[in-house]
């Protein structure tokens, strides 16, 4: 069951020309269209369901440096710094507030295993610092958790991930773009070696740049195009409460929960330690890809072979302009989540702190988390098709990361220089022999 979403009503027309079109309505989808528009670019940007329908409106709502791969944290600097402005820029409330983030340790080697990521955040200035358990207690009044500490950053936030992206795909309408749902584009058209334009399903739109932002579809629809985008899926799962007044406004990540306060009142619980790997016929395909995250990450993963993969066994692989494809057949990937890990994960909130013992669950849901071998997006150019590029694959760390995805996506289609270095999210570093690398998960 999907979350509630707030709905974007679609442009009334799909023009016949632009300078981009941008494909999927998630929250780099719509940051980097607005980020174009901004720039001065006209922007089609076409959605086969609906706004954030998918994995932006069914994630944690974190907005963090805390933790991230050290490739990824100039990037999310600059989310952060959008984020902070972003009512402005969008004219509505986004949600984003700096709450503070803890993970908490529950013994000395927890500890200490957030030391060397520690001289990322020195490096970078990020404010992150390993803190008491009485310290802990001080940023978290209540906590009853047995603990050594934890890893604090008062800077990291939260925002509304059922809010966010819709507001910025109405400032996009509101610049003059044009945002299309229900409308899945089915190919790519080049011209001369490089691209000419797409054909939707309700009809073709010449254009100079493509960009995919398709999530966890990303990979079947380049495959269409004869590109091989290493990405598998994985089951995300959140229940909300109802409001629960008096407990925690910092966020806060344990062995076995996770949570956030949300604009209504209630809060966003999720497992903290464990997620599920959806076993699909990719899942072979990609198999030596995947191994060395798989070997370094397999104690907080749960295997499950179960609906995805019957489905994913009859979605067409290939298809011309003139045929429906799988995105028209499923508009919206709407799993069922892992409810063992949420059932464990409210209990053991509530054991934790003693103000979620009276909270009243209100919804669960799933959602399939785009992930690449290295647990890093694509941020890319495509040398093989001039003219196309990729925002995919953002490994569970895409919503508080997207509006600067969508920057410097839109920095490298328009060819300025790019907001941040752009070559740890290159395609190509996994065709090109560049070692594929893994750090910790936190």
């Known amino acids: 069951m999907s979350p509630p979403v707030d709905r974007v009503t679609p442009s009334a027309n799909l023009p016949a020309a632009a300078d981009v079109v941008v494909i999927g309505g998630g929250i780099a989808g719509v940051s980097t269209a607005l980020a174009l528009l901004r720039k001065g670019h006209s922007v089609v940007l076409c959605e086969k369901g609906r706004i954030a329908g998918e994995q932006s409106s069914r994630n944690w709502g974190w907005c963090r440096a805390m933790g991230r791969d050290s490739r990824e944290i100039p990037l999310i600097q600059e989310s952060l710094r959008i984020w902070k402005g972003l009512d402005r820029v969008v004219e509505a409330d986004v949600g984003f507030r700096q709450c503070g983030i803890l993970y908490l340790c529950e013994n000395e080697a927890e500890m200490q295993g957030y030391e060397p990521w520690l001289e990322h955040a020195r490096r970078h200035q990020i404010g992150s610092r390993l803190i008491s358990a009485d310290e802990t207690r001080k940023v978290m009044p209540g906590l009853e958790r047995r603990i050594a500490g934890a890893l604090y950053t008062p800077t990291d936030g939260r925002a509304e991930p059922a809010i966010a992206a819709p507001a910025i795909a109405r400032a ?236 410097l996506m839109a920095d490298l289609v328009a060819g300025d220089d790019p907001v941040v270095d752009p070559a740890p999210f290159r395609f190509s570093r996994f065709s090109d022999g560049s070692r594929v690398t893994v750090e910790a998960g936190f």
């Open 172 to 407: 996009v309408q509101a610049l003059g773009g044009t945002v299309m749902t229900d409308c899945a584009v089915r190919t790519v058209e080049t011209a001369a070696g490089r691209v000419s334009g797409v054909v939707t399903e309700k009809g073709p739109v010449a254009c100079q740049a493509v960009v995919l932002a398709g999530g966890a579809w990303s990979r079947l629809f380049c495959g269409n195009l004869g590109l091989s985008l290493p990405q598998l899926k994985v089951l995300g799962s959140v229940l909300r409460t109802h409001r629960l007044d008096g407990a925690p406004e910092t966020s806060a990540a344990g062995s076995d929960f996770a949570f956030r306060k949300r604009a209504d009142g209630g809060y966003s619980v999720a497992h903290g330690g464990l997620s599920t790997a959806e076993i699909t016929p990719d899942s072979f395909r990609l198999f030596g890809a995947f191994l060395p995250a798989f070997l370094k990450e397999w104690r907080s993963v749960r295997l499950h072979l179960g609906r995805q993969f019957v489905d994913e066994w009859r979605w067409k692989r290939r298809w011309n302009a003139e045929e429906a494809t799988p995105f028209e057949a499923v508009r919206v990937l709407d799993p069922a989540p892992n409810h063992r890990l949420l059932d464990t994960a409210l209990a053991s909130l509530r054991k934790a702190h003693p103000a979620f013992a009276g909270a009243v669950e209100a919804q669960r849901w799933g959602g399939l988390i785009d992930v690449t071998p290295d647990a890093v997006p694509v941020i890319s150019d495509v040398a093989a098709v001039p003219g196309f590029f990729l925002a995919t694959g953002f490994s569970g760390h895409g919503f508080g990361i997207g509006p600067g995805a969508g920057r």
